[in-house]
């Protein structure tokens, strides 16, 4: 079972299916734990004070006032999150057969993960925070597609900011880019995706810097777990397997 096999594409789509279900599903089931959750991103704020390192604000405010890039940014947050982790996996099914399982281990395990956090440390995005005049991007801009503002804030657990999967997601998507992908224009993309996806979960008020932490943490832990179950690196496989 830990040798690399040809990846079967129905058993793949409902794999992935059945890991982002269970994950939105408990996700979401988590208690919206307010008060607590609140307390905990005056925590965040206040230790990133310490550091001087609480910029959150300031980037967003700056980026508010340039209307054409909030909005980018916010179909960006509310759009590439799925677009780009989709794509590389059908570029990974179909170009890298080989090592496929493994990196889709260390994805799906990242994922999982996460709900360790959701669950332990409920935490009030920096847009949801009282009287620190954080820009809730996507309601003023009224910018289609995020589960985070509007409407469909409803069917999504507005207090589960760390980790941010929006990291965790973009940096294994950007290190499987920037090891396999050969032109080195797309590699350099590799490494600009989840710089840029940095960028925009802050200027939105999405999450705090300390999120993406969180999700670097979630994505070694995943990596950690294909090592220990493949016994080498998800990437130095081979590119290709024979057909079983």
């Known amino acids: 079972m830990r040798s690399p096999r040809p990846p079967r594409l129905w058993f793949e789509?409902?794999?992935?299916a059945l890991v982002y279900w269970t994950y939105s599903l408990?996700?979401?089931?988590?208690?919206?734990?307010?008060?607590?959750?609140?307390?905990?991103?005056?925590?965040?704020?206040s230790f990133q004070e310490s550091l001087g390192l609480a910029f959150e604000r300031s980037l967003n405010h700056a980026v508010d006032g340039v209307t054409?890039?909030?909005?980018?940014?916010?179909?960006?947050?509310?759009?590439?999150?799925?677009v780009v982790t989709l794509g590389v996996l059908v570029w990974l099914?179909?170009?890298?057969?080989?090592?496929?399982?493994?990196?889709?281990?260390?994805?799906?395990?990242?994922?999982?993960?996460?709900?360790v956090g959701y669950y332990s440390f409920p935490l009030a995005p920096p847009r949801l925070m009282e009287g620190m005049d954080?820009?809730?991007?996507?309601?003023?801009?009224?910018?289609?597609?995020s589960m985070s503002s509007g409407n469909l804030a409803n069917v999504s657990n507005q207090y589960a900011a760390m980790p941010s999967m929006h990291v965790g997601w973009s940096?294994?998507?950007?290190?499987?880019?920037?090891?396999?992908?050969k032109p080195l224009w797309v590699k350099l993309l590799g490494v600009l995706y989840p710089t840029?996806?940095?960028?925009?979960?802050?200027?939105?008020?999405?999450?705090?810097?300390?999120?993406?932490v969180g999700g670097v943490i979630?994505?070694?832990?995943g990596f950690a777990v294909s090592y220990a179950w493949y016994g080498t690196i998800a990437y130095r496989l081979p590119q290709k397997v024979a057909s079983a």
């Open 196 to 212: 840029l996806t940095l960028l925009v979960i802050m200027a939105t008020a999405n999450h705090f810097w300390m999120d993406a």
């Open 218 to 221: 979630c994505l070694t832990f």
């Open 93 to 115: 099914y179909r170009w890298q057969p080989g090592r496929y399982a493994a990196v889709r281990l260390a994805l799906a395990i990242t994922t999982c993960f996460a709900l």
């Open 26 to 45: 408990i996700r979401n089931a988590v208690p919206e734990q307010e008060t607590q959750a609140l307390k905990n991103a005056d925590r965040i704020w």
């Open 171 to 181: 940096v294994w998507a950007g290190i499987t880019i920037a090891v396999l992908a």
């Open 68 to 82: 054409w890039l909030v909005v980018s940014m916010n179909y960006y947050y509310g759009t590439l999150h799925y």
């Open 13 to 16: 789509i409902m794999l992935v």
């Open 134 to 145: 954080f820009v809730d991007t996507v309601r003023v801009h009224e910018t289609w597609g």
